[in-house]
């Protein structure tokens, strides 16, 4: 890692003049799994993950503004691109990462015309989790004005 700086700038960010811990919502659900400890653990000093089953998605965005949505398809009983497509259409200029165990082109290529912003393989290693997420939060503008590209779709 690049050190306390580099953690620094990506674990916070200036809104309104404050210093904001990032909230993630991690959508799953099994809230015991090994993955979503390993997500938890990675994102420790950067965010706050809330689990939410994907029945609890309507309700958990009520009762807080998050900055990022990430999605493990293991344990989704539903159609992930119908709850890609319904968060996407809620929040349009929020993040939406789908992690998966067996990715393919169809699959990513109906996610991100969904609007998941990112297609992951599904990674134990808590480096890999962080700069995911990274990756995808240095993409998105701070200006809450502003909507961010989808990187992997045309048009807009």
């Known amino acids: 890692m690049g050190g306390a700086t580099a953690v620094l700038a990506v674990a916070y960010h200036v809104w309104r003049g404050a210093i904001l811990m990032k909230q993630v919502m ?3 659900n099994y809230p015991d799994s090994s993955w979503l400890t390993m997500v938890v653990e990675a994102l420790t000093m950067v ?3 809330t ?3 994907e029945e609890g998605v309507a309700t958990a965005v009520q009762k ?3 900055d990022l949505f990430l999605i ?3 344990n989704i009983n539903g159609d992930v691109v119908t709850l890609v497509k319904e968060i996407h259409q809620l929040f349009t200029t929020l993040p939406v990462v ?3 165990t067996s ?5 990513a290529r109906e996610l991100f015309l969904a609007g998941a912003t990112d297609y992951v393989r599904r990674s134990l290693e808590k480096e890999t989790i962080l ?3 990274q990756e995808v939060w240095e993409k998105v503008p701070h200006d809450e004005g502003e909507k961010p590209t989808n990187y992997f779709t045309s048009g807009e």
């Open 47 to 49: 965010a706050q993950v």
């Open 98 to 100: 789908v992690f998966t």
């Open 26 to 28: 991690v959508v799953t």
């Open 64 to 66: 807080t503004r998050y």
């Open 51 to 53: 689990a939410v089953p």
């Open 131 to 133: 700069s995911v997420c």
């Open 72 to 74: 493990d398809t293991s």
């Open 103 to 107: 990715p393919t082109w169809r699959r």
